[in-house]
């Protein structure tokens, strides 16, 4: 049907050429689409715009669901429930009041009511003793497909955590946002002048650009692939696959402790021009070069390394807000080095030299495609781009100051991605109001022990900021 779907739609096209030209054709099919997405819009219909759908449901891995929690001061549910989530977000947010849908092989989103897509938001009276009886729910949570007809979102909530403080889960599927999207929405959704500078306003692009851009895109995609395709994959690398290959749909969720972003930048201003970013690809790469060490195994030189790259806007108000996912990627060969000095080095050139927009743009325009590829063939290029990539880090800068929801302070986020395609191992390392956690997701046949990852990501941030407070004592 999709295939079908596929070869009379460029037969079309090809027969307007033919006959028109190619200039009319492309003016005729900008004008068709045009007013086809302005009568659909009228219908309660949207084209879909973040193209993870088109693979992400069709690709046959479940575990495409990412989930977190927010502590907050305790506030009541009712009123966040209603007061907030009702009236503020699901009224004005129309992505939160609709569901996937499919016809001719097109992907939609449908409007469904208000009321509707308020049930996916659930009271729950668990009881929870530690950091650990926290987390542990949100791997169970995260097996659970949301259906398709419902909202691909959920949050449940608990108004008594503690005598002061509320908790608030989330979860929702990969293709529904980024984690910059959510947050932007919690910071936009008490009072505008709360959100949050996560990145500064990108600046139009103009025609000629434009153009340069999509005619820079094979070129930007061959280079990208080209490290997967040629990276030399040694024996070692194999230890963060699960023994089979597969994933067990199960993961592992870990949380390191917090470390105060003032400490951790006075760290990372002692290397010549190093960013955050850069240190945290360093304090990593040492980790990762230990965690093979203990498990006696000779380190890998390199591995290939995923890293999402938002590339939203901030929006000025609620209904202003897209919460499609709009992310890019660098990929590069990842060193593992014992020296930090030497790692930042290597990972500051690297990352540098795709983490540009002339390369990032064109991945996002090229994602644009899928909606108009078979799904099969859709999903076999992504899964067959993906499966030497041996793990996933993305560095998520939330509001450098505290936001509210109903009034009340957000305390801590805690993200989760989830273990996707043939990526066994995640790691996120997250920011939100002057403090900084990292976050490992694995799987839970992993061949090496991620807790002892945590570990060394802990003491290698930890000993720096000891030693620079000792030095000022």
Same mark, same amino acid.
């Given at each position: ?7 009379? &739609? ?23 689409? $045009? ?21 992400? *449901?069709?690709?046959? &891995? ?25 009236? =503020? ?20 989103? =449908? ?74 929405? *919690? ?28 005619? %820079? ?11 997967? $395709?040629? &990276? ?8 963060? &696959? ?16 917090? %470390? ?30 230990? $965690? ?11 591995? /290939? ?12 108000? /609620? ?14 060969? *990842? ?15 690297? %990352? ?33 781009? /993906?499966?030497?990539?041996? %793990? ?72 720096? /900021? ?8």
């Amino acid at each position: 049907m999709f295939i079908e779907y596929g070869l009379l &739609h460029a037969l079309v096209i090809l027969l307007k050429i033919h006959f028109f030209g190619v200039l009319p054709t492309v003016a005729i099919l900008a004008a068709g689409f $045009w007013a086809l997405a302005k009568v659909l819009d009228k219908c309660g219909y949207q084209f879909t715009v973040g193209q993870d759908l088109v693979f992400f *449901f069709s690709s046959g &891995h479940e575990s495409a669901n990412c989930v977190g929690y927010i502590e907050m001061e305790k506030v009541k549910a009712k009123t966040l429930k209603h007061e907030c989530f009702y009236k =503020k977000a699901i009224l004005n947010v129309r992505k939160l009041r609709q569901v996937p849908v499919t016809f001719l092989g097109v992907q939609l989103w =449908k409007d469904v009511t208000p009321e509707v897509a308020l049930e996916q938001f659930r009271i729950i009276d668990n009881k929870f003793e530690s950091d650990d009886d926290v987390i542990k729910p949100c791997n169970e949570w995260a097996k659970t497909n949301i259906s398709m007809d419902k909202p691909q979102w959920e949050l449940q909530f608990k108004e008594d955590h503690t005598e002061t403080t509320s908790l608030l889960f989330l979860k929702c599927h990969h293709s529904f946002t980024d984690g910059v999207g959510i947050i932007t929405l *919690f910071a936009l959704l008490n009072d505008d002048s709360l959100c949050p500078k996560m990145m500064p306003k990108f600046k139009e692009f103009s025609y000629l650009q434009a153009f340069m851009l999509i005619a %820079f895109t094979p070129i930007s995609l061959i280079c990208q692939a080209a490290v997967v $395709w040629f &990276h030399k994959v040694e024996e070692s690398s194999r230890m963060l &696959h699960t023994p089979t290959g597969r994933l067990s749909d199960e993961a592992v969720y870990l949380k390191t402790k917090t %470390f105060n972003f003032k400490d951790v930048r006075k760290c990372y201003k002692q290397f010549d021009n190093t960013t955050f970013n850069n240190y945290v690809m360093g304090v990593l790469s040492k980790s990762l070069h230990s $965690w093979f060490h203990k498990n006696g195994v000779e380190p890998p030189k390199e591995l /290939v390394m995923s890293c999402p790259v938002s590339m939203k806007t901030l929006p000025k108000s /609620v209904s202003d807000i897209d919460l499609n996912n709009y992310t890019s990627s660098v990929t590069m060969e *990842f060193p593992v080095c014992e020296s930090l000095s030497e790692s930042i080095k290597i990972t500051r050139e690297r %990352f540098s030299r795709f983490a540009k927009f002339h390369h990032l743009i064109p991945t996002v325009y090229f994602q644009k495609l899928f909606k108009y590829i078979p799904r099969k063939i859709g999903s076999l290029l992504y899964n067959n781009f /993906v499966k030497e990539m041996d %793990f996933l880090l993305t560095n998520v800068n939330g509001p450098r100051e505290p936001i509210y929801l109903c009034n009340k302070q957000i305390l801590s986020i805690t993200p989760f991605l989830s273990t996707f395609s043939s990526l066994s191992l995640v790691v996120v390392c997250f920011s939100y109001n002057q403090k900084v956690s990292f976050q490992i997701i694995a799987d839970k046949q992993l061949q090496m022990d991620p807790a002892d990852l945590k570990e060394f990501l802990e003491t290698y941030f930890d000993s720096r /900021v000891i030693k620079l407070k000792n030095e000022h004592i």
